[in-house]
């Protein structure tokens, strides 16, 4: 390497490092004018402390022994709340509730046509099939949530149901 070549590298770095030097002031200074400046005007913006609010309502914790009335879910004015009716029958509940995983085979339910899937369920006898219905089941072929995720229903409903379903698959 020549002696210009190496002239040339260290005036290049010299330079390199006083625009970075520069870059670095200049940065602080900016930090140090808004800090003084700016930040006192952004924490009474009556905008922002609008918007902190309406995001601090979703992250509200109801705390024991204190009066969470506060925190209680409204309905808007004027707003239809709707309620699912509980099925009266074993039909009704499969229609409503059972139907939704196995009509179509979702989360390794056996599809309540496949006979073949069932079979080995039903093998095992009711009793075992009421209970996985009733308090929900984590096997190698899927997951049945306990009362098919609707724990309003009662256990003799979710027996009914269960009966309709070994039926239509024997």
Not at 65 to 75: C, F, K, Q, T
Not at 138 to 150: L, T
């Amino acid at each position: 390497m020549s002696k210009q070549d190496s002239q040339f590298f260290n005036i290049f770095s010299l330079v390199l490092g006083i625009l970075i030097l520069i870059a670095i002031l200049l940065f602080a200074l900016a930090r140090v004018v808004g800090k003084n400046t700016q930040s006192a005007h952004v924490l009474t913006d009556p905008k922002y402390l609008a918007e902190v609010e309406s995001n601090l309502t979703t992250g509200r914790v109801a705390v024991a022994g204190r009066d969470n009335s506060a925190l209680a879910i409204v309905p808007a004015a004027g707003a239809v709340v709707a309620e699912l009716a509980i099925p009266t029958d074993g039909p009704g509940v499969y229609e409503q509730v059972c139907g939704a995983c196995h009509l179509n085979g979702i989360g390794g339910a056996p599809k309540s046509s496949d006979r073949a899937a069932w079979a080995p369920r039903i093998a095992q006898g009711k009793d075992t099939l009421y209970k996985h219905a009733i308090e929900g089941y984590n096997g190698k072929q899927g997951v049945m949530p306990a009362k098919g995720g609707r724990v309003d229903l009662s256990d003799d409903l979710v027996k009914a149901a269960v009966d309709y379903m070994v039926a239509k698959a024997q």
